[in-house]
Nanobody
């Protein structure tokens, strides 16, 4: 069983940075793909970024490319989402997810965290 656990989040001013970690328990092969998603009020949950534990390869949604960076710390079993140049439209609940399925970056995630709120004020 894999359990992603997000922490951090909160309120940040537009243009500012925020880094949110996701601790991942469970066997590595069961969570080779780790991703971040977000859901704004009244909208569907959408893909943000993903990384593979084994290779460090990353993939980003166009809306965050160049502003967000996903990384991993193998020793701490933690994935980080570094968010820079934040905009009010980045306001959402952010979810961390894990999967052993590496065919698609943006879907087929099996395990989900509880989500954390990120609010960007203008």
């Amino acid at each position: 069983q894999v359990q992603p656990v997000e922490s951090g989040g909160g309120l940040v001013q537009a243009g500012g940075p925020l880094r949110v970690p996701c601790a991942a328990s469970g066997r590595t092969f069961s969570r080779d793909k780790m991703g971040w998603f977000r859901q704004a009020p009244g909208k569907e949950r959408t893909f943000v970024a993903a990384i593979r534990w084994s290779t460090g390869s990353t993939y980003y949604a166009d809306s965050v490319k160049g502003r967000f960076t996903i990384s991993r710390d193998n020793a701490k079993n933690t994935v980080y989402l570094q968010m820079n140049s934040l905009k009010p439209e980045d306001t959402a609940v952010y979810y961390c997810a894990a999967s052993r399925n590496i065919i698609s970056w943006t879907r087929d995630y099996d395990y989900w965290g509880q989500g954390i709120q990120v609010t960007v004020s203008s």
